[in-house]
């Protein structure tokens, strides 16, 4: 009985034996064939990242839909961080032998760092932000050399000496820290080079299999259409600059982003921006198993200016076609600098901003150091930066301002004997006028008129009046402009002088300290055309979706300030002055007399102090037709004479190009671009004063001159 006991419990206990073995094979089997792959996963490590995926900027267009500033598929060098070798010598000489492909075809590569490329090496002037941010990054002390910086980047890099010449150290020391500062992770590529040729593709993609790391990728690239339209305004796309970014990460920008600079791509950064995709990457045990676009990017809108592309073209011909012609005189051989503009009266909308001298976007890329260095800056926007006395031309305001406030009316008379006596000073006029009423005054530019009116409307109403002309301050267009002044106490205080009381004479005819753009002067004709109501200048007519397939706003006509009348006549007045001042000394050719309607004009012969020399400048502004305006203008030309005989072609090129608003009968076909000259014979003398030559010089009819204290 006991033996029988014994075997069925060994027999029991190898059963369990067996049943314990074949769950646990079952259970192995399971885990290595049913559910092998999923604990094969869990045993690697695993990470995922997101890479930002640009979106296409906005497009920048004129009022024809004809582009200026475009996209087209371009070809950039990147490093992508996920086979780009830990090793640093590795790294360094895949950099190297990818800088030289670059070096062959003449290409630059990115390169911020705030120190110079030579030994021995120094910081660059006006980087202080940016060396702050080397020398955080870097990880030395805030009195580092440029010299430590540099060392601290070898070190870290193994970029020694022995194994590299100091122009290797220094560009590879420069694309670390380029790497360093643009956060060259998983998460962002750095990208190296932008818009390569088909040729440097095929030379790196051959050498791929060497050049780990180093990939070429289709991106938009920012292309120009048109450089020659509104340089100044249309402005330029760069880098994030280290100062920039705490600002702009807050937006969602990373450091490696593109970012407007100036003009309408910085002012319409939002619009043009786009929002950006997303690309999933899934790396295991160090390899790259997934990359997945999880979120599309979206491209930017399109903006739509309001300039013509042609007329803007033909008003930037008729300016510098025109200072050229001064430049024949021998009086005006330098003159070289001026600006015109051309508003739509009904919203101030701009159709054209000429400056001189400019430039090109093409020539900005290509050399923006020459042109720093040349003479007369062309860099300068004269039109919306230039400050400028507006001389006679502001004689409408102080007219504004007197029928206003009924000082003067239409028909009451000032006379002017070309003398005046104010207090212990005596100022003068350029004629003997006798009594004279507002609109001839206006006319014949009467000195003693206007300094008899603003001796009454004092330095009070003349600077009320200058204010709601929008003069001392910033217009509101979009790229911006200088405020500018208007010569009256609180001016002089601001400039550390002292105010005297006869400068309220010199503040009512346009001289003093009163200093404007010529955009504002176009303003303050267009506020006259619209009889008292100032519009906003703006150059930004619509916003679009990229494709322009659909709009999504329009800018709508701002009133900046309206001046509210008194008189009912106040502008019947002006205008019928300014109509008299069109007939004024014109060559046949160039009047304003013939083209089927009257225009409205003022000019002014403001002197200026410039470079340490007392100038007169020659300035206009008006508008046409004058009793059913379209346009208002106004410019400016320094150092020279006869500005108004641009008069006419900026109409002429107005109808031309815009034929909706009807036509002049002194035709479009035959745009004069140059003033004709009567002859006349100069005799030029040597050092001693002795006749050596005559030569045939032309001239033309001189304009009024202003007298100032």
Known sequence: MKELFIRLRTAFLAILVVISVALGCVKLMSIQIVNGDTYLQESEYTSIYTQPIKATRGQIVDANGDKIIENKVGFNVIIDASRFPDDNKEANAILLETLEVLKEHKLKWNDSIPISSTTPYEFKKDSESDIEKLKELVGVNVYATAENCIDELIDDYEISAEEYTPEEQRILAGIRYEMKLRDFSLSNTYTLCEDVSLDVVTQLKELSVKLKGIDIVEEAVREIAQGDILPHEIGTVGPIYAE?????KEKGYAMNDSVGKSGIEAALEDELRGEDGEKTITVTDGQVVSADVTDEPRGGNTVQLTIKSDYQKDVQAILENFTAYLRTMPEYYNVNCGAVVVLDVESNKVLAM???PTYTLFDYEEDYDKLLETDDYP??????YGRYRPGSTFKTITATAGLNEGIISGGSTYRCEQKMEFYDIEVGCTGYHNDIAVPEAL???CNIYFYELSRRLGIDKLSQYAALYGFGQNTGIETGDVAGAFANPETFNDLGADWTVGQVLQAGIGQSETSVTPLQMAVQASTIANKGIRYTPHLVDSIYDYSMSEKISEKEPQIASQIDLNNDYV???ITQGMVMASTNNFPAEYSLSNLGF?????TGTPQNWRDGKELTDTAFIGFAPAYEPKIAFAGLVEGGEYSKYMIRSIIQAYYKNYPESGGVSGGT?????????????TTVTDENGNAVTSETTETTVTEETEAEE
Do not use: C, G, Q, W
Not at 379 to 384: E, F, I, K, S, Y
Not at 598 to 602: G, M, P, Q, S, T
């Open 571 to 573: 502008y019947d007045y």
């Open 244 to 248: 920039e970014y705490e600002e702009l």
């Open 379 to 384: 860099l300068l926007n004269r039109a919306t």
């Open 669 to 681: 076909d035959n745009i004069n671009f140059l003033p004709a000259r009567d002859k006349k014979t």
């Open 354 to 356: 000429a400056t001189s």
């Open 443 to 445: 006319r014949v530019s």
């Open 598 to 602: 009257d225009v409205a004009i003022k």
